[in-house]
């Protein structure tokens, strides 16, 4: 897997150096692409990931509201993360910096129902006692 991606990234490290040097308007396109095809490259490896954790907390008996409000962080994180640095490439530090922020801020306002769910669970632990 990492081989294909360390193949993948090297062919778009040249095609966005040379088009810098004769077309550099289009060097953010191949930048935007070659992370694409990174992407897509690593969905199966991701399903296999998603797949695991269902069996754990399938086994846990975690409530699915959590383990999938988990999930949904997770891939804020990784598209806020990807989107920055595309951001950045461009030239657009300012939009970069905002993006992260408004990532943060997302991701603070998903966790308030894994909060709840923990004050639930404590709830329940302390009301058995």
Request: proline share 1%; no cysteine; aromatic share 8%.
């Given at each position: 897997?990492?081989?294909?991606?360390?193949?993948?990234?090297?062919?778009?490290?040249?095609?966005?150096?040379?088009?810098?040097?004769?077309?550099?308007?289009?060097?953010?396109?191949?930048?935007?692409?070659?992370?694409?095809v990174m992407v897509i490259s690593m969905l199966s490896a991701l399903g296999?990931?998603?797949?695991?954790?269902?069996?754990?907390?399938?086994?846990?008996?975690?409530?699915?509201?959590?383990?999938?409000?988990?999930?949904?962080?997770?891939?804020?994180?990784?598209?806020?993360?990807?989107?920055?640095?595309?951001a950045s490439d461009a030239g657009c530090d300012s939009i970069a910096q905002?993006?992260?922020?408004?990532g943060k801020i997302t991701i603070f306002l998903m966790s308030i129902s894994?909060?709840?769910?923990?004050?639930?669970?404590?709830?329940?632990?302390?009301?058995?006692?």
């Open positions: 897997m990492i081989f294909k991606l360390v193949g993948i990234a090297l062919t778009g490290i040249v095609a966005v150096t040379l088009l810098k040097n004769s077309k550099p308007e289009f060097s953010v396109f191949a930048t935007i692409a070659t992370g694409v296999e990931v998603v797949l695991a954790f269902d069996s754990i907390v399938e086994k846990s008996g975690i409530n699915d509201e959590v383990f999938s409000a988990v999930l949904k962080i997770i891939g804020i994180g990784y598209l806020t993360e990807y989107s920055s640095s595309v905002k993006l992260q922020f408004g894994i909060v709840k769910s923990l004050v639930n669970v404590v709830s329940a632990l302390v009301s058995t006692i």
